[in-house]
């Protein structure tokens, strides 16, 4: 296997890591911007209006999340409308 090849195959271990943190991330029972799930119709700003963090740990192979507060000073949230017409 070439280097070209090598450095494909570690890669793509990347992004498969990437995507498993998005997917995990995804599973939870929230709705929040592209999280949106018919399931939760409203925000749950107080719950959910947070920055997700992942990181992988060397000690175990599955991403481990952190919250932080997403400061709202700038922006306020609002309400996103899929279904208004515009």
Known sequence: MGEY????????????????????????DESRGAHYKPDFPERDDKNWLKTTKASFAPDVDEPRFQFEPVDVSLVPPRPRRYDAVK
């Open 5 to 28: 090849q090598r450095g494909l195959t570690r890669q793509l271990y990347n992004m498969m890591q990437l995507a498993r943190v998005v997917a995990q991330g995804c599973a939870a």
